[in-house]
């Protein structure tokens, strides 16, 4: 199970993030979102992690160009698209592509015009604060889109709830946010641990899941 932690902003939460299992962390460079984080205090948050953990960067309609300069800054291994973006405005941006939709608003032919390697991120509808908002998604609708191509699952998860949403939604991965923080931008590490606890239990015992 892939798990990406996003809205990290201090270079403590990305290292308790690492700790606990993250095979991705999310910085959000969108100026209206709490969890903002400056492209330099996160490239020298990126230059501390390992290898094998992805750097992501998380944006909301702003001009590609701003995203791929962003993106070299701070050597991100993703982006992630949160507003209304198209497919030629991300193969402009020169990375890899995550792009949000909103589950609630989700038709068949917005999703069909994302290449299928596109990996499509669930979340709850919002569109002032574009994510991190602490709401679930449909998770019967999440599983039909699962089903077809790779999905991450947010849209509040925690600790509590993780492992029933994997369950019933089998996606690729899960995106976490505000179920592990103590407040917008700040995580909660016992949280953490916590939430990577209920992803072992699961793959420890497939058949309760």
Not at 57 to 78: I, M
Request: glycine fraction near 10%; proline fraction near 6%; charged fraction near 20%.
């Amino acid at each position: 199970m892939f798990v990406k932690i996003c809205g990290i902003t201090r270079l403590e939460d990305a290292e308790s993030a690492v700790d606990a299992g993250a095979d991705a962390l999310g910085f959000v460079f969108w100026p209206d979102s709490p969890r903002f984080v400056d492209p330099y205090r996160a490239r020298a948050i990126v230059r501390r992690l390992p290898p094998f953990v992805t750097a992501v960067g998380v944006f909301v309609n702003q001009p590609a160009a701003h995203v791929a300069g962003v993106a070299a800054l701070v050597r991100l291994g993703a982006v992630q698209l949160h507003g209304e973006e198209d497919a030629a405005y991300a193969a402009a941006v020169g990375r890899p592509v995550i792009k949000a939709m909103a589950i609630g608003a989700l038709q068949a032919d917005a999703l069909e015009a994302w290449p299928q390697q596109t990996m499509v991120l669930l979340d709850a509808l919002d569109p002032v604060r574009r994510g991190g908002t602490g709401r679930t998604v449909d998770w019967a609708c999440a599983a039909g889109v699962a089903a077809r191509r790779r999905t991450l699952l947010a849209g509040g998860l925690t600790p509590g709830n993780v492992a029933e949403a994997v369950a019933r939604v089998r996606p690729f991965g899960v995106d976490v946010s505000s179920g592990v923080e103590s407040r917008p931008g700040v995580k909660d590490h016992q949280r953490l641990r916590d939430l990577f606890k209920a992803l072992h239990d699961i793959a420890d015992h497939p058949a309760r899941s």
